[in-house]
C-alpha cells in the first residue's frame, strides 16, 4: 500500500508539473545586491570577481525580462548573469526537469512538455506560448536545441520578442555548411580543399572521396557537436560513414544533406571567439584550442593556444571578423579552425550562437559574453573596441561527464548523483553546472555534469589547479570521465602543449586503461588503505574494550596490525601479494608508520573512511584521494583520477581463498550486448542469417548518437532479442550468436 501511494503520488506530481501554466517562484531578497556590486560583476556561487573588464551599467535601458529556451548548465550560466543585471528570467522545463536546478534559480517556471526533447525543448510553438504567457521580452536559447534554429528566430521577431542571439539571416547563412563555405571564401577566408556541395548518395560519396583524396571528412551540412561526423580512410570507411552520418543528421537536426571534404592529417583545432553588434562593430577575443575530443567531440580546451604566436592570432581574429561583417552578423559566435603542423589554417564552420566552452574566454578577457548578448539584443552598442581587449593569463575547461571513459573514451552512463561535491575551494576555479546531489542524468538529454574550469597566471598555473581541482571533485552514483581528465592533464605530451585532433588514440592507442602507477605509487596506495583498515579495527577493538570496561585507547593502538594487501593484475597475471605491517605512532589514530617489504612508509591526516576526500602527507609529500568503495577485505582508493581496488586481508583470510572457485568466464564473442543505454534504430539480421565477423548488426543511439555494432566471430544467428524503438539498457545482450 506504501509503495502504491508513493507510485500515486509521483505521477500526480509529474501531471501537475506538467500542466500548461505559471509557477509563481518566491523572490530571492536581494538577489541583485548578492551576484554584483557597482560596476563588478561577480560569480554569485564562487563569490569571486571574474567579470573585470567591463561593468555592469545599472542605469542602462536593459530588458525586464527574458526566457531561457534552454536546461541544465547553460541555463543556470544565464540565469546568473541576467540577475546580476536585475533581469527576471522565466525557466521552460520537461516534466522529468520540474525539480532541476534551473527551474529552482529562475523567478517562474512553466513546463513545455514530455521527456523526450522533440516533445518539449524542441517544441518551438510550446516555448512561444509560454513566451507570450509570462510577457518575456526576448529569449536567450543557450547552445543546442533551439539555438540556431532560424524558424524559431524568426517566429519570435513576429511575435514581438527579441531572440538573444544572431538575426536569423546569419544562422541560416552559416547554419548550412556548403552555403557557408561559399560565404568564407568570397570574404578571402582560408578554406580547406573539399566538393563545393551536397553529396546525395553512397556512390557519388566514394567518388568524390576518391578525387579528394583519403582520408576525408564525411559530415552533416547541418552538423555540430560532433554529430553526423565520419573520417573515411578507404571506400568501404566512406560508404558506411555516409550511412551512419547521414541516419545521425536526420535524428538530430532533422537534416540530413551531407558534404565531402579533406581530412586534414595531425591537425589541430583551434577557434576564434567573435562578438558584435548592431551597429556595424565587431570583435575578436582571442582563440580556443579545442583539440583534445573523441568522437568529433570536446574534452578540454584552453586559452589561449600555445600554439598560436600573436601574429596568428591577429590574422584569424580579422579572418574571423571579415566573415562576421559578410552576414551581417550580430551576437557572440564563433569561427572554428583547422591548423596543421605549419600553422597554416583553414576555416572549418562558424557556430552562431554561445559555445559550451566560452567561460574559457571569459576568464582570460574578463568580458562576460552572456552579458553583452543581452546588450546587442536589446541595441546597445559594444562598450569597448579591439585594443582594450585584453589576454590575461591562462584558462582550461575540462567537461566532466557521466560516462565510462573506459569504454571508447566516454560511453554515456546514468543513475542518480548520490553524492556531489565540488572542488569550489580550489583557488581559481569555477564550477558551470546545472545539477546538484539527488539530480538524475537520464537517457533524454547530454550526459554533461559540470564544466570545471580554472584560470592562472599562466599555461602551469592554470594546469596544477584543474589537477587540483580533479582531485577534490567527489561525483558518487553514476560513472564519470574524471579518471581521464587527470591523466591527460599530469600527462607528459599534454603538460608539453603537443597536441593535435589525434591526441586521445596516439596517447592511449589501446584506449584508456587508467592512470599506471610506478611501484612506488603502488606502495603509496596500498599503504594507505592498509592504514585505513587498520584504524578501523583499531576502532572497533577500542569500542569492544570500552564495553568489557578495560583500558581502551592504548590497547588498541599500540598493537601492530597485519594484512596481505594486493593490487589487481592485469588480465592472465596474478596479483603481486604484499605482507603489511601498519602500527600507530604514539596511539595517534591519524600518524601511521606501514612497512611493506621492507620499506616504511609514514602516512598522516584525517585517516577516515568516512570522509569524502582524503588530504594526507606521504613521507612527507601532500596526496588527495578518495575512498569510492569499501567492502569486507577490500577498499577502492582514488588516486590521480583512477579508482584502485585494493585488497586488505588478514593473513588467515588469504590462505582460504586459494580454495575458492574461479567464476566462469562469458564468451563474449558469441553474444553483442548494449555497451550503454539506448535505442535501438536499426536491427540489420534475423534469426538463422549466417553473418561474417565485424559485420554490422545492430545500431543504437544514445545522447543523440549513432553506434554501430559488430559480430565478434563468423556464426549464425541464434537470436534477435530486440526490436527497432525499443529501449534496451547497458549490458543488455541484443544478439545471440550459435
Request: proline share 4%; charged share 25%.
Given at each position: 500500500m506504501l509503495r502504491a501511494a508513493s507510485n500515486f503520488r509521483a505521477v500526480a506530481n509529474r501531471e501537475f508539473a506538467c500542466a500548461k501554466r505559471q509557477l509563481s517562484k518566491t523572490t530571492r531578497k536581494n538577489a541583485t545586491a548578492a551576484a554584483t556590486r557597482p560596476g563588478v560583476p561577480r560569480d554569485e556561487r564562487e563569490g569571486k570577481e571574474i567579470y573585470t573588464t567591463v561593468g555592469i551599467d545599472h542605469n542602462e535601458p536593459k530588458f525586464d525580462k527574458i526566457l531561457i529556451a534552454n536546461r541544465g548548465e547553460i541555463a543556470c550560466r544565464v540565469i546568473k548573469t541576467a540577475k546580476a543585471m536585475?533581469?527576471?528570467?522565466?525557466?521552460?522545463?520537461?516534466?522529468?526537469?520540474?525539480?532541476?536546478?534551473?527551474?529552482?534559480?529562475?523567478?517562474?517556471?512553466?513546463?513545455?512538455?514530455?521527456?523526450?526533447?522533440?516533445?518539449?525543448?524542441?517544441?518551438?510553438?510550446?516555448?512561444?506560448?509560454?513566451?507570450?504567457?509570462?510577457?518575456?521580452?526576448?529569449?536567450?536559447?543557450?547552445?543546442?536545441?533551439?539555438?540556431?534554429?532560424?524558424?524559431?528566430?524568426?517566429?519570435?521577431e513576429k511575435a514581438g520578442a527579441k531572440f538573444i542571439g544572431p538575426n536569423s539571416k546569419a544562422i541560416l547563412d552559416m547554419g548550412d555548411k556548403i552555403h557557408s563555405k561559399k560565404i568564407a571564401t568570397a570574404a578571402r577566408v582560408s578554406m580547406i580543399p573539399g566538393y563545393d556541395g551536397e553529396i546525395p548518395e553512397e556512390d557519388f560519396c566514394v567518388k568524390v572521396s576518391r578525387e579528394i583524396g583519403y582520408p576525408v571528412m564525411i559530415k552533416a551540412s547541418a552538423g555540430g557537436g560532433g554529430k553526423g561526423m565520419r573520417v573515411a580512410w578507404n571506400d568501404k570507411q566512406a560508404?558506411?560513414?555516409?550511412?551512419?552520418?547521414?541516419?545521425?543528421?536526420?535524428?538530430?537536426?532533422?537534416?540530413?544533406?551531407?558534404?565531402?571534404?579533406?581530412?586534414?592529417?595531425?591537425?589541430?583545432?583551434?577557434?576564434?571567439?567573435?562578438?558584435?553588434?548592431?551597429?556595424?562593430?565587431?570583435?575578436?577575443?582571442?582563440?580556443?584550442?579545442?583539440?583534445?575530443?573523441?568522437?568529433?567531440?570536446?574534452?578540454?580546451?584552453?586559452?589561449?593556444?600555445?600554439?598560436?604566436?600573436?601574429?596568428?592570432?591577429?590574422?584569424?581574429?580579422?579572418?574571423?571578423?571579415?566573415?562576421?561583417?559578410?552576414?551581417?552578423?550580430?551576437?557572440?559566435?564563433?569561427?572554428?579552425?583547422?591548423?596543421?603542423?605549419?600553422?597554416?589554417?583553414?576555416?572549418?564552420?562558424?557556430n552562431t550562437r554561445l559555445q559550451v566552452e566560452h567561460p574559457i574566454t571569459e576568464c582570460i578577457t574578463g568580458i562576460d559574453i552572456v552579458q553583452q548578448m543581452l546588450r546587442v539584443a536589446y541595441g546597445h552598442s559594444l562598450p569597448l573596441t579591439q585594443e582594450q581587449v585584453p589576454l590575461n593569463g591562462w584558462a582550461f575547461e575540462s567537461r566532466v561527464y557521466a560516462e565510462d571513459p573506459y569504454k571508447g573514451f566516454g560511453l554515456p552512463s546514468v543513475g542518480r548523483l548520490s553524492k556531489y561535491v565540488e572542488p569550489r575551494h580550489v583557488d581559481g576555479v569555477r564550477c558551470d553546472s546545472g545539477i546538484r546531489e539527488g539530480s538524475e542524468i537520464s537517457i533524454y538529454y547530454d550526459p554533461l555534469i559540470c564544466k570545471l574550469v580554472t584560470h592562472g597566471d599562466n599555461r602551469q598555473q592554470a594546469l596544477d589547479r584543474m589537477q587540483e581541482a580533479?582531485?577534490?571533485?567527489?561525483?558518487?552514483?553514476?560513472?564519470?570521465?574524471?579518471?581521464?581528465?587527470?591523466?591527460?592533464?599530469?600527462?607528459?605530451?599534454?603538460?608539453?602543449?603537443?597536441?593535435?585532433?589525434?591526441?586521445?588514440?596516439?596517447?592511449?592507442?589501446?584506449?584508456?586503461?587508467?592512470?599506471?602507477?610506478?611501484?612506488?605509487?603502488?606502495?603509496?596506495?596500498?599503504?594507505?588503505?592498509?592504514?585505513?583498515?587498520?584504524?578501523?579495527?583499531?576502532?572497533?577493538?577500542?569500542?569492544?574494550?570500552?564495553?568489557?570496561?578495560?583500558?581502551?585507547?592504548?590497547?588498541?593502538?599500540?598493537?601492530?596490525?597485519?594484512?596481505?594487501?594486493?593490487?589487481?593484475?592485469?588480465?592472465?597475471?596474478?596479483?603481486?601479494?604484499?605482507?603489511?605491517?601498519?602500527?600507530?605512532?604514539?596511539?595517534?589514530?591519524?600518524?601511521?608508520?606501514?612497512?611493506?617489504?621492507?620499506?616504511?612508509?609514514?602516512?598522516?591526516?584525517?585517516?577516515?573512511?568516512?570522509?569524502?576526500?582524503?588530504?594526507?602527507e606521504v613521507n612527507g609529500e601532500h596526496i588527495t584521494t578518495q575512498i569510492v568503495g569499501k567492502r569486507a577485505?577490500?577498499?577502492?582508493?582514488?588516486?590521480?583520477?583512477?579508482?584502485?581496488?585494493?585488497?586488505?586481508?588478514?593473513?588467515?583470510?588469504?590462505?582460504?581463498?586459494?580454495?575458492?572457485?574461479?567464476?566462469?568466464?562469458?564468451?563474449?564473442?558469441?553474444?553483442?550486448?548494449?555497451?550503454?543505454?539506448?535505442?535501438?534504430?536499426?536491427?540489420?539480421?534475423?534469426?538463422?542469417?549466417?553473418?561474417?565477423?565485424?559485420?554490422?548488426?545492430?545500431?543504437?543511439?544514445?545522447?543523440k548518437m549513432q553506434n554501430s555494432l559488430h559480430a565478434g566471430k563468423t556464426?549464425?544467428?541464434?537470436?534477435?532479442?530486440?526490436?527497432?524503438g525499443a529501449t534496451v539498457d547497458e549490458g543488455e545482450v541484443l544478439v545471440e550468436l550459435e
Open positions: 536585475g533581469i527576471k528570467t522565466v525557466a521552460v522545463h520537461s516534466d522529468v526537469d520540474s525539480n532541476s536546478l534551473h527551474v529552482k534559480m529562475a523567478d517562474e517556471a512553466i513546463c513545455v512538455g514530455e521527456a523526450p526533447t522533440a516533445k518539449s525543448y524542441l517544441r518551438v510553438d510550446r516555448i512561444l506560448q509560454a513566451v507570450e504567457d509570462t510577457g518575456a521580452q526576448a529569449v536567450h536559447p543557450g547552445y543546442g536545441f533551439l539555438s540556431e534554429n532560424t524558424k524559431f528566430a524568426a517566429e519570435l560508404r558506411e560513414g555516409y550511412r551512419l552520418s547521414k541516419q545521425e543528421a536526420a535524428s538530430s537536426f532533422g537534416d540530413d544533406r551531407m558534404l565531402v571534404e579533406k581530412f586534414i592529417d595531425n591537425p589541430r583545432h583551434i577557434e576564434m571567439q567573435i562578438l558584435c553588434d548592431k551597429h556595424g562593430n565587431a570583435l575578436w577575443l582571442n582563440e580556443r584550442e579545442c583539440s583534445i575530443q573523441r568522437r568529433n567531440q570536446k574534452v578540454i580546451e584552453e586559452a589561449p593556444s600555445s600554439f598560436v604566436p600573436p601574429e596568428m592570432r591577429r590574422k584569424m581574429g580579422e579572418q574571423a571578423v571579415q566573415l562576421a561583417k559578410a552576414v551581417g552578423y550580430d551576437s557572440a559566435g564563433t569561427v572554428e579552425f583547422l591548423v596543421d603542423s605549419q600553422r597554416n589554417f583553414y576555416f572549418l564552420e562558424m580533479l582531485d577534490n571533485y567527489v561525483i558518487r552514483g553514476v560513472t564519470h570521465n574524471i579518471p581521464l581528465l587527470r591523466d591527460i592533464v599530469q600527462e607528459k605530451r599534454f603538460r608539453s602543449g603537443d597536441i593535435t585532433t589525434k591526441y586521445l588514440p596516439e596517447v592511449y592507442p589501446e584506449g584508456f586503461q587508467g592512470t599506471v602507477l610506478t611501484h612506488a605509487e603502488e606502495k603509496t596506495v596500498i599503504a594507505f588503505a592498509a592504514a585505513l583498515n587498520a584504524r578501523k579495527l583499531a576502532r572497533a577493538n577500542q569500542f569492544l574494550n570500552q564495553n568489557r570496561q578495560r583500558s581502551t585507547h592504548v590497547a588498541s593502538f599500540s598493537k601492530t596490525y597485519k594484512f596481505v594487501s594486493s593490487l589487481p593484475a592485469k588480465e592472465g597475471q596474478r596479483p603481486t601479494e604484499h605482507a603489511v605491517e601498519v602500527s600507530f605512532v604514539d596511539g595517534d589514530a591519524n600518524k601511521a608508520k606501514v612497512s611493506i617489504g621492507g620499506k616504511v612508509i609514514d602516512i598522516s591526516g584525517n585517516l577516515s573512511l568516512s570522509l569524502p576526500v582524503n588530504s594526507i577485505g577490500e577498499i577502492t582508493v582514488l588516486y590521480k583520477g583512477t579508482p584502485f581496488k585494493v585488497q586488505v586481508l588478514p593473513e588467515q583470510a588469504v590462505k582460504y581463498l586459494q580454495y575458492m572457485k574461479e567464476k566462469a568466464k562469458v564468451d563474449l564473442s558469441t553474444v553483442v550486448l548494449s555497451p550503454m543505454p539506448g535505442a535501438i534504430k536499426n536491427v540489420n539480421v534475423k534469426p538463422g542469417d549466417m553473418v561474417s565477423e565485424g559485420q554490422e548488426l545492430v545500431v543504437m543511439e544514445a545522447m556464426g549464425r544467428v541464434k537470436a534477435v532479442n530486440v526490436k527497432v
